[in-house]
């Protein structure tokens, strides 16, 4: 009997080529085999378990009379397939479907730009007719045959222009709809996130009575879009609030072709760019040159708006909910030591891998370094949901530690804790606290109507918080802090 052991593969972008090459590994092993010795061989007793966790169980061949040189050789194939399986650079697939505002000013390709240039690499995909919805979608066999001919990562699925309102069918029907592509789209892709685009809806004219309907029907898209979440699984991007917000907070950034059309200009489909990748990535744009043909200052109103709406809030746009993130805290406890704390939601399990050999499953660990043989190393974390893997990735020097800021922990005071209401953050020096969130004590993020930092920046109120014990989370000078808070 020859027994091939598991093998496990938690590379994030690996899940696509070792489904393609397990399938070739079987042929090319089962044919070699069969034809040498065709009265000799059982077939493969052949298990893959697809997905971010990517694990081949096992490979049995019962085998009669068999030399060392057929061993070998077939040891040989074995190796050399799995090691062009974990070394090959596959990217991730992403899928659009969608209608014309989704295709504007190519917003697909501007994603897929922004992705690439921050360290996703990705491949996109589009299936965009002009002027269709939910309804044409779920009857169209070329969409469920391109949903077949890949496996992909990421599926983004926009309703039509009438169906998010609710003005062309009941939202009822649109979200029976939205099962059966969901439906589909798992079937083949079993491991795919998908995602829903809620769409904005423009306004009609330059009159305050326009802008009130817009406001009413951006409201009725975005609770429309919340029940589609909530009755079928899928988190939403909310292209619409970043629209909503953008128009709010300067209104002379206009992200339409022009009124009384829903189509969004060169400034539309940037912010929907920067807005999708900031929800499926689940982090921010930095440093980038990708600017969408728009002004520096244009664009970075645009990323900021993005990031400000889809980051802070969620919770809200039930991505927290229906999707895992990996992340963590760490702070300096000596020159050579870290304490590393998981700040990831919903998740089953975690792996912490130190680049120094040393692993653990632990929720909290505190890790030493030895910089003296080497003078960095690559931290990487893990959490696992369903067959999906997320990541987090820190290099960390002994030259970084030794910074202020990173030993800045131990001069953060908070207080009254416990508190029945307000909540004082010193420190000893006078460091802006910025981006606070709160977490439960199991994890998720704390809706921020709940609380609020006030106008001192130190001070935040918790009166509309549940009784309880939370996490508050912080930053100063760009490094986030957590500690624990108790609401009486």
């Known amino acids: 009997m020859f027994y091939f052991k598991p093998t496990i593969y938690t590379d994030y972008d690996t899940k696509k080529r070792v489904e393609t090459l397990v399938f070739k590994l079987y042929q090319l092993t089962y044919s070699l085999i069969f034809l040498a010795f ?36 077939l040891l040989a194939l074995l190796a050399t397939q799995f090691v062009i399986a974990q070394t090959t650079d596959s990217p991730l697939n992403v899928l659009f479907v969608g209608n014309s505002l989704t295709y ?61 309102p609710g003005f062309s069918y009941p939202i009822a029907e649109t979200i029976t709809r939205g099962k059966k592509l969901r439906d589909s789209i798992i079937k083949y892709s079993p491991c795919a996130s998908i995602h829903y685009y809620e769409i904005s809806y423009g306004i009609v004219n330059n009159t305050p009575a326009s802008f009130i309907q817009y406001q009413d029907r951006q409201t009725l898209i975005k609770n429309n879009l919340t029940q589609m979440a909530n009755e079928t699984g899928i988190p939403f991007i909310p292209i619409g609030e970043c629209f909503r ?70 919770d ?15 702070t300096a406890t000596t020159s050579s030591s870290v304490s590393f ?17 040393v692993t653990s499953t632990s929720e909290n660990v505190n890790h030493n370094f030895d910089f003296t043989t080497n003078a960095s190393y690559t931290v990487l974390m893990t959490a696992y949901k369903d067959c999906k893997e997320h990541h987090k990735i820190v290099t960390i020097t002994q030259a970084l530690l030794n910074t202020e800021e990173y030993l800045l922990e131990n001069k953060i005071i908070l207080f009254p804790n416990p508190t029945s209401d307000f909540l004082q953050i010193n420190t000893t020096k006078a460091n802006a606290i910025d981006k606070v969130i709160l977490y439960d004590i199991l994890g998720k993020q704390v809706s921020q109507k709940d609380y609020e930092l006030m106008n001192d920046g130190k001070t935040v109120n918790l009166k509309k918080l549940s009784v309880g014990v939370y996490i508050i989370s912080f930053t100063i000078n760009s490094k986030r802090h957590q500690f624990k808070v108790v609401r009486i």
């Open 38 to 73: 065709t009265n000799s061989v059982k077939k493969p007793n052949f298990q893959v378990n697809i997905g971010r966790v990517f694990t081949v169980t096992h490979v049995i061949f019962v085998i009669k009379p068999l030399n060392n040189m057929y061993k070998l050789t």
């Open 104 to 164: 504007f000013n190519n917003m697909p390709q501007q994603f897929e730009q922004i992705a690439d240039e921050q360290g996703h690499h990705v491949t996109v995909d589009q299936h965009t007719p002009g002027g269709t919805g939910f309804v044409h979608h779920v009857a169209n066999n070329t969409l469920y045959q391109k949903f077949r001919d890949q496996v992909w990562d990421y599926v983004i699925i926009q309703p039509g222009s009438n169906e998010s």
């Open 245 to 314: 917000g953008a128009m709010e907070t300067d209104d002379s950034q206009f992200l339409w072709v022009n009124y009384g059309d829903i189509h969004p200009n060169a400034k539309g489909s940037y912010l929907a760019a920067c807005a999708f990748f900031n929800g499926i990535f689940k982090s921010p744009i930095v440093n980038t040159a990708q600017l969408g043909g728009l002004s520096n200052s244009d664009a970075l109103f645009l990323r900021n708006q993005a990031e400000s709406t889809t980051l802070n809030n969620l």
């Open 316 to 330: 809200d746009w039930l991505i927290n909910t229906y999707t895992s993130t990996a992340n963590f805290d760490y």
């Open 341 to 357: 704390t998981n700040t990831s939601t919903n998740y089953d399990n975690i792996h912490w891998d130190f680049g120094d050999g």
